[in-house]
């Protein structure tokens, strides 16, 4: 029989969809990777890691000290003497290949566990981190033996031992940014990844086994900053990359200093967006939201400066205070959750006494209504209005889901205050004119600027900052040049 | 008489991006929709669609069998709702109507020359008027789509006026056959030229031009929804038609309406979905949630 003349509203809501973690496996305790084996540290210490959604312990991680460092240095040194660098490119070029096809084969896994050690949403793990991880790999693969295209009538060498520190924000994909060029150019590699988030560099460690890599030329130690102290300070690394605080990388230049080492550092940011009262404004809500949002914030080069032309900005900030309220904030292993957690207690403190800052320096705040699951680390995604140029909150990284709103009236005004920053990693444009767009492209002081988007990365595209963000470049042709020197 | 005043939005130039508007959608259609949440979307499904037969080759018969379909849906599981609506030519609205006596599913016809709209105004507004005299009770005309690409909005506009007029309290949905309408900035333009001149339901298309209801094109007349409801308070239902054939498609245009406009908006007074084989791929979804295997096809009927 027929039923339900004309239908009422349904309150219609999203069941529970986490993805499944019964297919991972992670040992009980990590001990350090060192010349393809699986070693005690001989500091004999061990710390936890946790899940920042549930608070709960997933392993226990090696804490090497400056003996462990020693170790992995030497057995970089001893792999990159007598196997790496005398080998023919085109074979490395197969190692790196079979390393991004078993990260592919094994992509479910690494996205899950990366979440689980993060707080990222697995919609993010999924579809960014991992994918994007396994492309920098296949696109450095192809350069390992053409080299002598990218450096056209140039001898070039390897630097020898690379000394790699990495952040806790793309855990594997920083990994990739870092290992996959040093590799492709005859270097071995020490890698330290963040305390917080040392799994999935660590499950890479089992494909770098099972792939064959000669012993030694990948090490992965894990540890806190006094690990990552001794690597830099170690004299038999001839490379240090980090990616990182500012604070942190200021450490690192000075304690290079007077060493032959080269470095490069990518380091914070405070990134400008920019929209302009013809842009397409929808997509450029979404291009907010995806700027500020994406990965909780933690990212270095997020748009956590908004800039909007003062004939839009109400429309804007309406439209940007509704689409928040439609973000899912919760259960990062939730595959629509759009929000995830906050990577460590430490972090959310930070970030909290931020906002703090900002209300007490007269900002406007605005939170979304969304309940916050009661277990984990999780803030609110936030923005503040009425913001000046010399508020603290618009000033220092915040790496979080905190966006400050400003308004602009002239272009020379907004190009004036974005490019007013110590930081310049990246900006946003958002206009329909395309010769603003490359008006704007050549003034500001930002190493990526992009237009009608934002946060895209690709392996082909170069990616670094301008001031205290940092120096060198990661990806593309510049990515290669970090890690050669020419004769 | 057309309405002597033209909001000046109309006119105005909501730009549109579409490869943002293509990472949107990719967003919607990651959402995983599972268990109880697929259940229902699923019967909100079945009761939003219009079911359709707009052919030259149509016959009394044919519209009687669908209108019984359109209340039986599949016997074989008792409960499920009826379809929103049946969407017919003006000439076999008499038809419907008799089939559906004392029935909960409305009689939508289409007019206004359908589905080119080459004609005059009063052929179109001959058209409307019978189509309600002999019983429609919702109403779909197209716009001059000719009209609009020359940049005579004003004809366009007034041309649904007028017709507004002759329907009076009989909803008017407004078909602007996107698939002849080049750029997403048009399909908006179009969008807030119908809302503006009186539509109650803005619908993407005829079914007889390709593309028709993609999700880039039923996103974008979402959004001049949502702006026209931001700025008055006014509810517009929305009708993608043509090429959601799927139950998974569905679910994402469901997705879609959720989170642009609110789960206010999940009601076939709101959303209709304009198909004819959409139907027995929900059923065979929701048979398979019931039972676990998918029936062959031959065990929905297809009238």
Redo the contacts between chains.
Sequence with gaps: MPTKPTSVPTDWNYAPSPEGTSHIQLKKKYSLFINNEWVEPLSNTYYPTVNPATEEVLAEIAWANEADVDAAVRAARNAYENTWSQMPAHERGKYLYRIARMMQERAREFAVIETLDGGKTIRESRDVDVPLACNYFFYYAGWADKLEYAFPNQKIEPLGVAGQIIPWNFPLLMAAWKIAPALATGNTVVLKPSETTPLTALKLAEIIKDCGLPPGVVNIITGHGDTGAALVKHPDVNKIAFTGSTQVGKIIQRAVTGTNKKTTLELGGKSANIVFDDAPIDQAVEGIVNGIFFNQGHVCCAGSRLFVQENIAPVVIQKLKARMESLYVGDPLDKNTDIGAINSKEQLETIQKYIQIGINEGAEIFQTECALPTKGYFCKPTLFLNVAQSNVISQEEIFGPVLTIQTFRSIDEVIQKANNSPYGLAAGVWTDKGSRIFNLSTKLRAGVVWANTYNKFDPTSPFGGFKESGFGREGGLHGLSAYVKSE | MAKPFIPSEVFSN????K???E??IARFQ?????????H??LR?VL??IDLTTLEGKDTPGKVRQMCYKA??LHDAF?????V?AVCVYPSMVKIAKDSLVG???KIASVSTAFPSGQSTHQVKILDTQFAIDQGADEIDMVISRGKFLAGEYAFVYDEIAAIKEVCGKTRLKVILETGELPTLDMVRKASDIAIHAGADFIKTSTGKIQPAATMQVTYTML?AIKDHY?RTGIMIGMKPAGGISNSKLALHN?VMV??ILG????????FRFGASSLANDVLMQIMKSENGNYQSADYFTID
């Design positions: 909501v730009s549109i991006d490869v943002g508007v990472e949107r990651s959402r995983s929709i599972k268990n109880e949440a697929k229902q979307g909100m009761n939003m209340q039986h008792p409960g499920l709702p009826t929103a029935s909960s599913v959004m931001d469901l959720k989170e789960n206010k908006w999940l009601s076939n007074e709101w």
